[in-house]
């Protein structure tokens, strides 16, 4: 069974950082691109950022482009994102999806909060 | 970016049909695939794959659910409505990035 499983979320200030992760099992984690996915909020959903399987290629929201950074241990069978520069607006519930090329988000895990706010 | 459009809300009868509409900026078909895959969310839930690529079922997704469209027109179909069914639906697309979703339909009882 494929299971995702997000952790790190929590109560950030503004302008700081934070490391969320996403323990993934059930499948061949080094076979299959992975992506973050989040939602605001009451509101809908907004892709973030994904990675191929080998890390060869990565895609940013322009909404987060510079300030976060998607990355993966394969031999940890976990997916990772670096959150720096917080803001507001980045408050929402943080999903990992497994994802690869031009296929749907298949599998999601259950989230993890982050709330930006003084 | 690939805009995806939906009606912010659809009221259903139940046993009825519903068709949720999903209109793109941009064509979203490669090769005689559709990059327009179909989600359910239910309230505290994750997000739920229900049809890929426009038209396939998803596993284990009941037959009541289906997709149809190309292009930039997709419509998904829920017939007969069952009352386990309200929820919000979004559509994706998957044939550019950034990776794109529609606004989401919240499906009502009436």
């Known amino acids: 069974e494929v299971q995702l499983v997000e952790s790190g979320g929590g109560l950030v200030q503004p302008g700081r950082s934070l490391k969320l992760s996403c323990l993934a099992s059930?499948?061949?984690?080094?076979?299959?691109?992975m992506n973050w996915i989040r939602q605001a909020p009451g509101k809908g959903l907004e892709w973030v950022a994904s990675?191929?399987?080998?890390?060869?290629?990565?895609y940013y929201a322009d909404t987060v482009k510079g300030r976060f950074t998607i990355s993966r241990d394969n031999a940890k069978n976990t997916l990772y994102l670096q959150m720096t520069s917080l803001r507001s607006e980045d408050t929402a519930l943080y999903y990992c999806?497994?994802?690869?090329?031009?296929?749907?988000?298949?599998?999601w895990g259950q989230g993890t909060l982050v709330t930006v706010s003084s | 970016d690939i805009v995806l459009t939906q009606s912010p809300a659809l009221t259903v009868s139940l046993e009825q049909r519903a068709t949720i509409s999903c209109k793109t900026s941009?064509?979203?078909?490669?090769?005689?695939?559709?990059?327009m895959h179909w989600y359910q969310q239910k309230p505290g839930q994750q997000p739920k794959l229900l049809i890929y690529?426009?038209?396939n079922l998803a596993s284990g997704i009941p037959a009541r659910f289906s997709g149809s469209g190309s292009g930039t027109d997709f419509t998904l179909t829920i017939d007969p409505v069952e009352a386990d069914d309200i929820a919000t639906y979004y559509c994706?697309?998957?044939?550019?990035?950034?990776?794109?979703f529609g606004g989401g339909t919240k499906l009502e009882l009436k």
């Open positions: 941009q064509n979203v078909d490669n090769y005689g695939i559709s990059y």
């Open positions: 690529e426009g038209s």
């Open positions: 994706q697309q998957s044939k550019d990035y950034p990776r794109t």
């Open positions: 059930g499948f061949t984690f080094s076979n299959y691109g």
């Open positions: 990675i191929s399987s080998s890390s060869s290629y990565i």
């Open positions: 999806a497994r994802g690869i090329t031009n296929k749907p988000f298949a599998y």
